[in-house]
């Protein structure tokens, strides 16, 4: 009876009371087993960090975090602003003495002028002066029986002699004048002329003949109307840029 007794009030107290303390040991028997079991994958006894991790970041070359890791991805250099999107030119290395470039001549290079070779004068005829140079002082024209002046010399020389060219030039005119008969015009360049008048009617030149000095031009005629009252002899007159200058500044002395 006692036991019955006994186990009676046993069953009252967990049914009570002892219902709170059977789960305050379970509870406590759960801790200390959860406890070992921690202690048995921990047995260093190193606390546990916390399930976020550390929330510092050590950036790449901070001197915290030790030489950059293998694999570790630093920063490329910025691009040039102006070289940005230009493609680069090689340039070749120069080669050791190169060769000079000759320039090409230039194809039409002027020619620089040639200088007139010295005139070299000789007498037409030779024979005596009738009637000298006179352009600024009248004289008495013995054909025409007036005084007027006189822009040539008058050289005696019998018919048929010949007559030769000054000096170099080149003949422009061969013409019949109404007055002092057939006449050869020669041009000796630098604007210098001479007049050969009184000429027989066939001369031995042409306009655009070129002449020498000494080349004979005709023969001395009597076609001169102006001067036909004096003896045989040759009208030769010499013009200076259209300006009658006197002959025998030209001529050679005797």
Same mark, same amino acid.
């Given at each position: 009876m006692k036991n019955r007794r006994l186990i009676e009030k046993l069953g009252d107290f967990v049914l009570g009371k002892g219902f709170y303390i059977v789960l305050f040991l379970c509870v406590a028997t759960i801790g200390i087993s959860?406890?070992?079991? !921690?202690?048995?994958?921990?047995?260093?006894?190193?606390? &546990?960090?916390? $399930? #976020?991790?550390?929330?510092?970041?050590?950036?790449?070359?901070s001197e915290a975090n030790g030489p950059d890791p293998v694999g570790t991805?630093?920063?490329e250099p910025e691009e040039n602003t102006q070289t940005a999107g230009?493609?680069?030119?090689?340039?070749?290395?120069?080669?050791?003495?190169?060769e000079p470039v000759k320039k090409p001549a230039p194809a039409d290079q002027p020619e620089e002028p040639k200088k007139p070779a010295a005139l070299v004068f000789t007498w037409p005829v030779k024979g005596e002066v009738l009637r000298t140079f006179s352009v600024e002082t009248l004289a008495l024209d013995?054909?025409?029986?007036?005084?007027?002046t006189h822009d040539?010399?008058? !050289?005696?020389a019998s018919q048929g002699t010949?007559?030769? &060219?000054?000096? $170099? #030039?080149?003949?422009t005119q061969v013409y019949d004048d109404g007055l002092m008969g057939t006449t050869v015009v020669v041009d000796h360049g630098n604007g210098l002329t001479t007049l050969y008048a009184n000429l027989a009617q066939q001369p031995t030149?042409?306009?655009?003949?070129?002449?020498?000095?000494?080349t004979v031009l005709g023969t001395v005629g009597s076609t001169a109307i102006a001067e036909s009252s004096m003896n045989a002899h040759l009208h030769l007159e010499a013009w200076d840029d259209g300006v009658p200058v006197d002959p025998a500044d030209y001529l050679p002395e005797k």
């Open positions: 959860g406890y070992y079991v !921690i202690r048995t994958m921990n047995p260093a006894g190193e606390a &546990a960090e916390p $399930a #976020g991790g550390d929330t510092s970041v050590v950036l790449p070359d991805i630093s920063p230009k493609a680069q030119v090689e340039v070749p290395a120069p080669k050791d003495d190169p013995p054909t025409l029986g007036d005084w007027r040539g010399l008058d !050289i005696a010949k007559v030769l &060219a000054m000096a $170099a #030039g080149t003949v030149v042409k306009a655009g003949d070129a002449v020498e000095t000494g």
